[in-house]
């Protein structure tokens, strides 16, 4: 599996990555063991690059992450997580998280983007992960809080752990262009992991984002735009961005794999290789529940499209 570094960490990332957020039961339940075996198969496959967060499944991401990876190198993989959320009882409890997670609704999470809030979410996913350290920190939805100044504090308290030598690397995960670009322009962040915005059906600003981020190299996730990307041929009732794509959209998806199945590829197989056409993106992490979703997005990625797909949909006027 190739890396690209995250320039000024000394961190060098896989360039697919295994996102986490299944391991917390995202939408449906996964069993333990399941979730262990996916982790294994990743591992096999040569990815090094692991990314979680506590409001994933309520930490029972992390906690099956951090037990899956046990006994691994630790130098010899890359670990993220994210903050913004703190996980805190629920009185009473729930019986079901009221999120998009199955998972009981003993706690509930608290948005705290405060120095104190930081400090405490890195020290708690540290604790669930049973690791000894974290290598990048992600601010977490900070547009989505509604809280004042949110990302900018947040932010500047996890440079300050970087500086301390805590984290390594330090940004902002967002599907937030604006919320990634401030960062970028204002603060000495590393990265930024932007979800669904560096993708085929929606890319418009990906040049400014690559403008602010300079020599620094931002992560894709969400490349399928949840889910609209993911099948050869996407028919009614496929999601964009978790919602029932547009008729508009679901046109273009497909006019999209026409000119791909023309060059010798797939729809998903060119969503996955397209952010990798930027030298500006580092990695591209995708959600992966079993098994054998690890080894179908390891075909896709390892099975890349011809250069030429990418000039005959810019002639098409499918890609800016």
């Known amino acids: ?35 262990a075996a996916t982790v294994d198969a990743a591992w096999e496959a040569g990815i090094r690059y692991f990314d979680t967060a506590p409001h994933y499944g309520l930490g029972l991401s992390e906690r099956r992450l951090g037990a899956a990876l046990r006994g691994r190198p630790r130098d010899e993989y890359v670990l993220s997580t994210k903050v913004g959320r ?24 608290r948005w705290d983007f405060t120095r104190d809030g930081v400090r405490r979410s890195i020290d708690e996913s540290l604790a669930r992960l049973g690791v000894d350290r974290i290598d990048i920190a992600y601010v977490h939805d900070p547009d989505a809080s509604g809280v004042p100044g949110a990302a900018a504090s947040a ?9 301390e030598g805590v984290l390594r690397a330090v940004g902002i995960g967002t599907n937030s262009v604006d ?9 000495d962040i590393d990265t930024a992991m932007i979800a669904g915005r560096v993708t085929l059906l929606d890319h418009g600003r990906v040049e400014e984002l690559l403008a602010a ?38 046109a273009r998806a497909n006019r999209i794999a026409d000119v791909a199945q023309a060059h010798g590829a797939t729809l998903p197989q060119a969503a996955l290789a397209y952010p990798l056409t930027f030298p ?10 079993t098994p054998e979703e690890v080894s179908a997005n390891v075909a896709l990625a390892t099975a890349e499209p011809p250069a030429a797909l ?11």
Not at 23 to 35: R, S
Not at 213 to 228: D, H, M
């Open 155 to 163: 932010a500047e308290a996890l440079i300050e752990l970087r500086e």
């Open 280 to 289: 500006g993106v580092a990695t591209r992490v995708v959600g992966m529940r």
């Open 213 to 250: 981020a300079g020599t620094r190299r931002l992560v894709a996730a969400a490349v399928f735009n949840g889910g609209l990307l993911a099948v050869p041929r996407p028919a009614s009732g496929a999601h964009f961005d978790y919602r029932p794509a547009p008729d508009e959209l679901l």
């Open 1 to 35: 599996m190739r890396e690209r570094g995250l320039p000024g960490t000394g961190l060098r990332l896989t360039e697919l990555g295994f996102g986490a957020a299944s391991l917390g039961n995202l939408y449906v339940e996964t069993p333990d063991e399941v979730a």
């Open 310 to 320: 990418w000039d005959a949909l810019r002639a098409a006027s499918l890609l800016d």
């Open 86 to 109: 703190l996980l805190v009882p629920r009185v009473p409890p729930a019986d079901r998280d009221d999120d998009i997670f199955e998972v009981p609704g003993d706690l509930t999470r």
């Open 179 to 187: 919320a990634a670009l401030h960062l970028l322009s204002e603060t």
